[in-house]
Protein backbone atom coordinates (compact mmCIF):
# COMPACT_ATOMS: atom_id res chain seq x y z
CA UNK A 1 0.00 0.00 0.00
CA UNK A 2 2.78 2.38 -0.42
CA UNK A 3 2.71 4.54 -3.78
CA UNK A 4 5.84 4.12 -6.41
CA UNK A 5 8.33 7.09 -6.15
CA UNK A 6 7.27 10.16 -7.16
CA UNK A 7 8.33 13.87 -7.45
CA UNK A 8 6.48 16.14 -5.57
CA UNK A 9 5.86 19.86 -6.65
CA UNK A 10 3.09 22.46 -4.77
CA UNK A 11 2.59 25.79 -6.62
CA UNK A 12 0.91 28.37 -4.95
CA UNK A 13 -0.78 30.05 -8.03
CA UNK A 14 -2.65 28.74 -11.05
CA UNK A 15 -0.20 29.57 -13.27
CA UNK A 16 2.45 28.17 -11.63
CA UNK A 17 1.05 24.88 -11.74
CA UNK A 18 -0.26 25.18 -15.68
CA UNK A 19 3.52 25.79 -16.01
CA UNK A 20 4.58 22.77 -14.53
CA UNK A 21 1.22 20.69 -15.92
CA UNK A 22 3.21 21.63 -19.02
CA UNK A 23 6.40 20.75 -18.21
CA UNK A 24 5.74 17.68 -17.31
CA UNK A 25 3.01 16.32 -19.44
CA UNK A 26 1.57 13.43 -19.21
CA UNK A 27 3.59 11.95 -16.37
CA UNK A 28 2.10 14.43 -14.31
CA UNK A 29 -0.67 14.02 -12.47
CA UNK A 30 -2.68 16.91 -10.14
CA UNK A 31 -3.51 16.60 -6.68
CA UNK A 32 -6.55 17.89 -5.25
CA UNK A 33 -8.47 16.16 -2.09
CA UNK A 34 -6.54 13.55 -2.67
CA UNK A 35 -9.15 11.01 -2.29
CA UNK A 36 -9.23 9.52 -5.09
CA UNK A 37 -6.05 9.91 -6.65
CA UNK A 38 -4.00 8.55 -3.41
CA UNK A 39 -6.00 5.22 -2.97
CA UNK A 40 -5.24 4.64 -6.61
CA UNK A 41 -1.85 5.30 -6.13
CA UNK A 42 -1.13 3.36 -3.31
CA UNK A 43 -2.77 0.40 -5.27
CA UNK A 44 0.05 1.18 -8.04
CA UNK A 45 -3.57 1.59 -10.01
CA UNK A 46 -1.95 5.20 -11.27
CA UNK A 47 1.46 5.75 -10.73
CA UNK A 48 2.51 9.64 -11.93
CA UNK A 49 6.24 10.48 -12.26
CA UNK A 50 5.49 13.73 -10.73
CA UNK A 51 2.37 15.06 -8.71
CA UNK A 52 1.73 18.37 -8.98
CA UNK A 53 -0.23 19.17 -5.34
CA UNK A 54 -3.07 22.34 -6.09
CA UNK A 55 -3.75 22.35 -2.11
CA UNK A 56 -2.05 25.60 -1.46
CA UNK A 57 -3.55 27.62 -4.55
CA UNK A 58 -5.93 29.16 -2.09
CA UNK A 59 -7.09 31.43 -5.10
CA UNK A 60 -9.19 28.53 -6.53
CA UNK A 61 -11.30 28.09 -2.92
CA UNK A 62 -13.97 30.41 -2.97
CA UNK A 63 -17.97 30.30 -3.18
CA UNK A 64 -19.48 33.68 -4.90
CA UNK A 65 -22.39 35.03 -6.30
CA UNK A 66 -21.21 36.47 -9.81
CA UNK A 67 -23.44 37.74 -12.62
CA UNK A 68 -26.60 36.34 -11.79
CA UNK A 69 -24.77 32.62 -11.14
CA UNK A 70 -23.10 31.24 -8.16
CA UNK A 71 -19.16 30.49 -9.21
CA UNK A 72 -17.57 27.79 -7.08
CA UNK A 73 -13.54 27.56 -6.63
CA UNK A 74 -12.21 24.08 -7.91
CA UNK A 75 -10.85 23.54 -4.67
CA UNK A 76 -13.24 24.22 -2.85
CA UNK A 77 -14.16 20.92 -0.36
CA UNK A 78 -17.64 19.15 0.30
CA UNK A 79 -17.94 20.43 3.69
CA UNK A 80 -17.82 24.32 2.60
CA UNK A 81 -20.46 23.26 -0.42
CA UNK A 82 -22.87 21.84 1.89
CA UNK A 83 -22.20 24.57 4.79
CA UNK A 84 -22.54 27.61 2.05
CA UNK A 85 -25.47 29.98 3.44
CA UNK A 86 -25.36 31.27 -0.51
CA UNK A 87 -25.48 28.03 -1.98
CA UNK A 88 -28.16 26.88 1.03
CA UNK A 89 -30.32 29.89 0.03
CA UNK A 90 -30.01 30.09 -3.54
CA UNK A 91 -29.24 26.60 -5.12
CA UNK A 92 -29.60 24.33 -2.63
CA UNK A 93 -29.09 20.71 -4.68
CA UNK A 94 -25.09 20.94 -4.52
CA UNK A 95 -25.62 20.84 -0.73
CA UNK A 96 -28.17 18.37 -0.48
CA UNK A 97 -25.93 16.30 -2.98
CA UNK A 98 -22.75 17.33 -0.75
CA UNK A 99 -24.43 15.68 2.11
CA UNK A 100 -24.63 12.20 0.83
CA UNK A 101 -20.84 12.15 -0.19
CA UNK A 102 -18.76 9.69 1.98
CA UNK A 103 -18.19 10.44 5.44
CA UNK A 104 -16.90 13.93 7.48
CA UNK A 105 -13.32 12.80 6.69
CA UNK A 106 -14.34 12.36 3.30
CA UNK A 107 -16.27 15.27 2.71
CA UNK A 108 -13.62 17.70 4.94
CA UNK A 109 -10.86 16.78 2.08
CA UNK A 110 -12.60 15.83 -1.21
CA UNK A 111 -12.74 18.61 -3.56
CA UNK A 112 -15.39 19.70 -6.10
CA UNK A 113 -13.29 20.09 -8.68
CA UNK A 114 -11.59 16.90 -7.94
CA UNK A 115 -14.63 14.79 -7.79
CA UNK A 116 -15.92 16.68 -11.39
CA UNK A 117 -12.81 15.65 -12.63
CA UNK A 118 -12.06 12.26 -11.77
CA UNK A 119 -15.46 11.53 -13.08
CA UNK A 120 -16.19 8.39 -11.46
CA UNK A 121 -19.49 6.74 -12.83
CA UNK A 122 -20.48 6.04 -9.01
CA UNK A 123 -20.08 9.98 -7.83
CA UNK A 124 -22.73 11.94 -6.99
CA UNK A 125 -21.86 15.84 -7.72
CA UNK A 126 -22.18 14.56 -11.61
CA UNK A 127 -26.09 14.19 -11.19
CA UNK A 128 -26.26 17.42 -9.52
CA UNK A 129 -24.09 19.46 -11.93
CA UNK A 130 -26.22 17.50 -14.84
CA UNK A 131 -29.66 18.95 -13.72
CA UNK A 132 -28.72 22.16 -12.39
CA UNK A 133 -27.05 23.03 -16.15
CA UNK A 134 -23.60 23.87 -14.48
CA UNK A 135 -21.04 25.21 -16.49
CA UNK A 136 -17.48 24.21 -15.66
CA UNK A 137 -14.37 26.28 -16.35
CA UNK A 138 -11.07 24.67 -17.75
CA UNK A 139 -7.60 26.37 -18.15
CA UNK A 140 -4.75 26.01 -19.59
CA UNK A 141 -1.59 27.83 -21.14
CA UNK A 142 -4.01 29.37 -23.56
CA UNK A 143 -6.70 30.99 -21.62
CA UNK A 144 -9.83 29.34 -20.20
CA UNK A 145 -13.02 27.89 -22.05
CA UNK A 146 -16.46 26.95 -20.59
CA UNK A 147 -18.04 23.38 -21.05
CA UNK A 148 -21.37 22.61 -20.15
CA UNK A 149 -21.86 19.88 -17.52
CA UNK A 150 -23.73 18.00 -20.34
CA UNK A 151 -20.62 17.76 -22.99
CA UNK A 152 -18.32 17.15 -20.23
CA UNK A 153 -18.73 13.73 -18.77
CA UNK A 154 -17.17 11.59 -22.21
CA UNK A 155 -17.16 8.04 -20.43
CA UNK A 156 -15.81 6.15 -17.30
CA UNK A 157 -13.64 8.61 -15.49
CA UNK A 158 -13.28 10.71 -18.66
CA UNK A 159 -14.23 14.05 -19.05
CA UNK A 160 -13.60 16.87 -21.84
CA UNK A 161 -10.89 18.11 -19.67
CA UNK A 162 -8.18 18.20 -22.25
CA UNK A 163 -3.98 17.45 -21.75
CA UNK A 164 -2.63 20.73 -19.98
CA UNK A 165 -6.16 21.68 -18.26
CA UNK A 166 -6.68 22.37 -15.34
CA UNK A 167 -10.45 22.31 -13.98
CA UNK A 168 -10.45 26.24 -12.06
CA UNK A 169 -14.51 26.42 -11.33
CA UNK A 170 -18.11 25.20 -11.70
CA UNK A 171 -20.86 27.82 -12.17
CA UNK A 172 -24.44 26.92 -11.31
CA UNK A 173 -27.80 29.40 -11.13
CA UNK A 174 -29.40 31.25 -9.06
CA UNK A 175 -32.73 29.03 -8.77
CA UNK A 176 -36.00 30.94 -9.78
CA UNK A 177 -38.54 31.59 -7.30
CA UNK A 178 -40.80 27.96 -7.45
CA UNK A 179 -38.51 25.83 -7.57
CA UNK A 180 -38.02 22.60 -5.86
CA UNK A 181 -34.57 20.89 -5.93
CA UNK A 182 -33.78 17.13 -4.12
CA UNK A 183 -30.84 14.56 -4.53
CA UNK A 184 -31.97 10.64 -3.88
CA UNK A 185 -29.23 8.02 -3.31
CA UNK A 186 -28.92 4.57 -2.99
CA UNK A 187 -25.74 4.18 -0.92
CA UNK A 188 -23.64 1.15 -1.54
CA UNK A 189 -23.47 0.11 2.46
CA UNK A 190 -19.49 -0.26 2.53
CA UNK A 191 -18.04 2.30 0.29
CA UNK A 192 -21.13 5.41 0.52
CA UNK A 193 -20.88 5.45 -3.34
CA UNK A 194 -23.94 5.59 -5.44
CA UNK A 195 -25.45 2.12 -6.56
CA UNK A 196 -28.28 5.44 -8.05
CA UNK A 197 -28.03 8.34 -7.61
CA UNK A 198 -31.00 11.14 -8.88
CA UNK A 199 -30.84 14.83 -8.59
CA UNK A 200 -33.51 16.58 -9.62
CA UNK A 201 -35.05 20.32 -9.89
CA UNK A 202 -38.28 21.90 -10.57
CA UNK A 203 -39.96 25.06 -11.34
CA UNK A 204 -43.76 25.54 -11.42
CA UNK A 205 -45.80 27.91 -12.90
CA UNK A 206 -49.39 29.04 -12.99
CA UNK A 207 -51.80 26.54 -11.92
CA UNK A 208 -49.49 24.05 -11.16
CA UNK A 209 -47.75 22.92 -14.36
CA UNK A 210 -44.11 22.00 -14.43
CA UNK A 211 -42.96 24.64 -16.22
CA UNK A 212 -38.84 23.68 -16.16
CA UNK A 213 -37.66 20.29 -14.82
CA UNK A 214 -34.10 18.42 -14.95
CA UNK A 215 -33.07 15.25 -13.90
CA UNK A 216 -29.50 14.07 -13.32
CA UNK A 217 -28.58 10.30 -12.91
CA UNK A 218 -25.48 9.00 -11.43
CA UNK A 219 -24.08 5.03 -10.75
CA UNK A 220 -26.47 3.63 -13.50
CA UNK A 221 -24.13 3.76 -16.01
CA UNK A 222 -20.37 4.62 -17.26
CA UNK A 223 -21.16 7.95 -17.72
CA UNK A 224 -23.77 10.65 -15.47
CA UNK A 225 -26.59 11.42 -17.66
CA UNK A 226 -29.65 13.78 -18.25
CA UNK A 227 -32.81 11.93 -18.10
CA UNK A 228 -34.38 13.45 -21.07
CA UNK A 229 -37.49 11.59 -21.39
CA UNK A 230 -38.47 11.80 -17.78
CA UNK A 231 -37.98 15.74 -18.13
CA UNK A 232 -40.19 15.44 -21.26
CA UNK A 233 -42.99 13.81 -19.82
CA UNK A 234 -43.20 16.05 -17.44
CA UNK A 235 -42.79 19.59 -19.09
CA UNK A 236 -45.77 21.82 -19.38
CA UNK A 237 -48.19 19.19 -17.22
CA UNK A 238 -49.78 20.06 -13.75
CA UNK A 239 -48.04 17.97 -11.80
CA UNK A 240 -49.14 15.28 -9.43
CA UNK A 241 -47.66 11.88 -7.84
CA UNK A 242 -49.15 9.57 -10.68
CA UNK A 243 -47.55 11.79 -13.00
CA UNK A 244 -44.44 12.13 -11.51
CA UNK A 245 -44.27 8.54 -11.20
CA UNK A 246 -45.08 7.79 -14.52
CA UNK A 247 -42.30 9.82 -15.80
CA UNK A 248 -40.06 8.44 -13.59
CA UNK A 249 -40.24 5.43 -15.21
CA UNK A 250 -38.75 6.65 -18.11
CA UNK A 251 -35.18 7.16 -16.13
CA UNK A 252 -33.10 4.84 -18.15
CA UNK A 253 -32.96 5.31 -21.75
CA UNK A 254 -32.65 2.08 -24.04
CA UNK A 255 -29.72 2.97 -25.36
CA UNK A 256 -28.16 3.41 -22.02
CA UNK A 257 -25.23 0.81 -21.18
CA UNK A 258 -26.20 0.06 -17.41
CA UNK A 259 -23.28 -0.96 -14.98
CA UNK A 260 -23.24 -4.18 -13.26
CA UNK A 261 -21.26 -5.36 -10.80
CA UNK A 262 -21.01 -7.14 -7.29
CA UNK A 263 -23.10 -4.74 -5.73
CA UNK A 264 -25.83 -4.32 -8.49
CA UNK A 265 -26.78 -6.34 -11.44
CA UNK A 266 -27.84 -3.89 -14.49
CA UNK A 267 -31.96 -4.67 -13.88
CA UNK A 268 -31.63 -4.20 -9.92
CA UNK A 269 -29.46 -0.56 -11.28
CA UNK A 270 -32.43 -0.01 -13.51
CA UNK A 271 -35.42 -0.80 -11.07
CA UNK A 272 -33.70 1.50 -8.54
CA UNK A 273 -33.10 4.17 -11.18
CA UNK A 274 -37.01 4.42 -11.34
CA UNK A 275 -37.69 4.73 -7.62
CA UNK A 276 -34.93 6.95 -6.89
CA UNK A 277 -35.84 9.07 -9.70
CA UNK A 278 -39.96 8.94 -8.34
CA UNK A 279 -38.38 9.67 -5.13
CA UNK A 280 -35.70 12.88 -6.20
CA UNK A 281 -39.34 14.21 -7.98
CA UNK A 282 -41.55 13.95 -5.39
CA UNK A 283 -39.22 15.58 -2.49
CA UNK A 284 -38.50 18.38 -5.48
CA UNK A 285 -41.94 18.82 -5.88
CA UNK A 286 -43.16 18.90 -2.25
CA UNK A 287 -40.16 22.09 -1.84
CA UNK A 288 -41.32 23.43 -4.78
CA UNK A 289 -44.97 24.02 -2.94
CA UNK A 290 -43.82 24.79 -0.29
CA UNK A 291 -41.73 27.64 -2.38
CA UNK A 292 -38.36 26.00 0.47
CA UNK A 293 -36.67 25.11 -2.76
C1 LIG B 1 -13.88 6.29 1.69
C2 LIG B 1 -14.32 7.16 0.57
C3 LIG B 1 -15.67 7.32 0.34
C4 LIG B 1 -16.10 8.15 -0.69
N1 LIG B 1 -17.44 8.26 -0.91
C5 LIG B 1 -17.88 9.04 -1.92
C6 LIG B 1 -19.27 9.20 -2.17
O1 LIG B 1 -20.13 8.65 -1.47
N2 LIG B 1 -19.64 9.97 -3.20
C7 LIG B 1 -18.72 10.63 -4.02
O2 LIG B 1 -19.12 11.33 -4.94
N3 LIG B 1 -17.40 10.52 -3.79
C8 LIG B 1 -16.96 9.75 -2.77
N4 LIG B 1 -15.62 9.64 -2.54
C9 LIG B 1 -14.69 10.35 -3.43
C10 LIG B 1 -14.42 11.75 -2.90
O3 LIG B 1 -15.55 12.57 -3.09
C11 LIG B 1 -13.22 12.37 -3.61
O4 LIG B 1 -12.84 13.44 -2.81
C12 LIG B 1 -13.43 12.88 -5.01
O5 LIG B 1 -13.93 11.91 -5.88
C13 LIG B 1 -12.13 13.37 -5.62
O6 LIG B 1 -11.86 14.63 -5.16
P1 LIG B 1 -10.44 14.98 -4.61
O7 LIG B 1 -10.43 16.44 -4.37
O8 LIG B 1 -10.13 14.10 -3.46
O9 LIG B 1 -9.51 14.67 -5.88
P2 LIG B 1 -8.14 13.89 -6.05
O10 LIG B 1 -8.25 12.52 -5.49
O11 LIG B 1 -7.02 14.72 -5.56
O12 LIG B 1 -8.07 13.83 -7.64
C14 LIG B 1 -8.95 13.00 -8.39
C15 LIG B 1 -8.59 13.08 -9.87
O13 LIG B 1 -8.95 14.36 -10.40
C16 LIG B 1 -7.80 15.05 -10.90
N5 LIG B 1 -7.98 16.44 -10.46
C17 LIG B 1 -8.15 16.88 -9.21
N6 LIG B 1 -8.39 18.21 -9.20
C18 LIG B 1 -8.35 18.60 -10.49
C19 LIG B 1 -8.56 19.86 -11.13
N7 LIG B 1 -8.86 20.97 -10.44
N8 LIG B 1 -8.47 19.91 -12.48
C20 LIG B 1 -8.21 18.79 -13.20
N9 LIG B 1 -8.00 17.58 -12.64
C21 LIG B 1 -8.10 17.49 -11.30
C22 LIG B 1 -6.60 14.36 -10.28
O14 LIG B 1 -5.46 14.46 -11.10
C23 LIG B 1 -7.10 12.93 -10.17
O15 LIG B 1 -6.96 12.28 -11.41
C24 LIG B 1 -15.15 8.82 -1.51
C25 LIG B 1 -13.79 8.68 -1.26
C26 LIG B 1 -13.36 7.86 -0.24
C27 LIG B 1 -11.90 7.72 0.02
Known amino acids: ?23 HGSEAKLLAGGHSLLPLMKLRLAAPRCVIDLGRIHALRYIREENGRIAIGALTTHTEVLESPLLRTKCPLLPQTAWEIGDVQVRN ?46 DMLTTALLPGEILTEVRVPVLPPGTGTAYRKLHQPASGFAIVGAAARLTLGSGGKVERVAVGLTGVAPKAYRAAAVEKALTGKKASEKLL ?17 LHASAEYRKAMAVVFTRRALEDALARAQSKKR
Open 245 to 261: AEAARHAVPQDVELLSD
Open 1 to 23: MIPAAFEYHAPKSLEEALRLLNR
Open 109 to 154: RGTIGGSLAHADPAADYPAAVLALDAEIVAASADGTRTLRAAEFFV
